[in-house]
């Protein structure tokens, strides 16, 4: 079974709209449920924004769900390079990373996580295929590209910059790495599609896409 993990009820709205809702848990911070769509069974999870939600919740997935199915994040994202990736393009990531994890002050790579000793976390290439295949059933072409992830809604061109050119990443969000890094830990299939709403040089393009975008993604989940 395919769970869908959301940061915010907001982006998950087209997709529940569409669901028929079997099972609810209320007994976290976030918000976890069992459905169906188009005679699919899915899971839906809100994890709230920000890594540390987007971890803890997908720890309490694995534990009601179970580890034997795909855990997918979804959302929406800034894109830190627009000639690569553009506002409404699809981009599935092939790694992803942590850009404010810093201890190079003792030696470490920037962006390394202690314990894994990592700065790039994978994604399943047979989940990454099933997305493809989605976005292709709506027409859509994907871009596959490195996804960086930090507690701060990035809105300047200097932030970008220096994201870019520590990480060489087109996107940038605030949960998806914090996923990968439990996914990693746990041993489960992961992925992540993000849609751009923003090219960070204009950052208050963010709410005047949303709408459109949701909607996208939506189409993409029931597809997949």
Sequence with gaps: MNIFIFASINEADYVLKKAVILEKISNEPFKMLKATVENKSIGIVIS?????????????????????????????????????????????????????VDTTALGDPLGMVSGPDKVFFNTSNELNKAIEKGCHDYHLNPIYGIVSSGDKFIASEEEKQNI?????????????????????????????????????????????????????????????
């Design 48 to 100: 709230l924004i920000g890594k540390v939600h987007a971890g803890a919740s997908l720890v309490a997935a694995i534990n009601y769900f179970g580890p034997n199915n795909n855990f997918i994040n979804v959302g929406t994202s800034g894109s830190l390079d627009v000639k690569q990736a553009n506002v409404f393009d699809i981009v599935i990531a092939s790694k992803l990373v942590q850009h404010d």
């Design 164 to 224: 870019r050119k520590s990480f060489n990443s087109i996107v940038v969000e605030m949960e998806a790495a914090a996923l990968a890094e439990i996914a990693d830990a746990y041993k489960v299939n992961f992925s992540c599609f993000k849609i751009i709403t923003d090219a960070v040089e204009h950052a208050k393009e963010y709410k005047e896409n949303f709408d459109k975008a949701v909607r996208i993604l939506a189409d993409i989940v029931w597809t997949i």
